[in-house]
């Protein structure tokens, strides 16, 4: 059986470091393809030499979409990365499939499994997608969303928009954003993309703050220690390099919930805007430098002025175009595609993680079960969990403090 990307727990960090250096080389090679086409001079690629032929490393490979909810940023992407690579595609239309009458979840992963699927990519209102990746036999799961669990993917295309937006992608030393503050504003208690980064960020160093309605944010749904919870939206954006706007999930309110915020959703969502999101009198409290983001879809007026979506300070679609970067680096990684990629030659599924650090060798990677290292446990290397160490402030954490202004977005 492959190995799953069902949450951040799945894989170490230094995995996921290997996925942001794998997703920058393929960045930089279709930039340079689309420098050429243009007839301009192409730049000077230093990537590893497999992501020159990219585009048919996975020929003859196949990769399924079973989005069992709605999506269009996180399916097309997926879609996009694995045509990149030159895999086939199966993109289940759930409303004409079998699900419509009756079939259960894991009944249509394992028929995909069956028509030679070897990579998955599932979205599912459940938060547990373990039991039915566990029934198949050679196909790899990546959630693309499941319940308020976790989102995995994006919040590695966050995270690696973060180190692009802050300079740190393509330094000699470790990629982490240790001396950022990053705020996330808004909906967390049903946020599976609040869930996955306030796992992710942490273990990249980064310190994490939450703000938004109290009834929204709630210490007891499971914040990790890290997250500090913010009395106030403006508070938090003043202290914050980066701000992450979430999606305030409508259709996920209990009765419990609309009656502890008033009882009256419309009233509710009329004086969000001003209480809770970004308009511009809060704007103008950014720290110089910083960032904003938000993993979509975006309700304009409600978690973010329309007037602030042209705003450069706002990398809504910087995110998504480097959602295809980071999704091809995953696929890739799980189809075993290995370090020659020219010839399109395959590897043990999950070759990306360092020597030592399959994912389900705890001992080997030296974290707690399942691979990703809990906050403060890196045996062997202070660095490893994103703690603030000797070493971390030389690769530049202290000149990000001092100088915060973007690096050029662009390779």
Known sequence: MGWHLLDETDRSVAWAEAIFRRARAYQRAFAEKRNAAAGRRALAVTAAPWTGDAMSAAAGRTVALAFFEPSTRTRLSFELAARRLGADVLDLDVRRS????????????????????????????RDDLRPDAGRLTRATVVAGGSGKHAHPTQALLDAYTLLEAFGRLDGLGPLRLSGLTVALLGDVRHSRVAASLLRLLPRLGARVVVAGPPTLVRRDDGLVPEAAVVPSVEAAVEMADAVVLLRLQKERLSPQDVAALGGDVDDFLATYLDRYGLDARKARRLRPGAVVLHPGPIWPDVEIARALLDDPRVLVRRQVENGVFVRMAVLADALGLSGDEKTGAAATPGALAASGEAPDDAKAAGTAPGGIMAAGEAPGDPEAAGGADARAEREGEAGAAVDRERAPLYP
């Not at 249509?108 to 699927?117: I, P, R």
């Open 98 to 125: 079998s699900v419509v009458k009756g079939e259960e979840e894991r009944e249509t992963l394992l028929t995909l499994e069956a028509l030679g699927a070897e990579v998955i990519v599932v979205r599912t209102a």
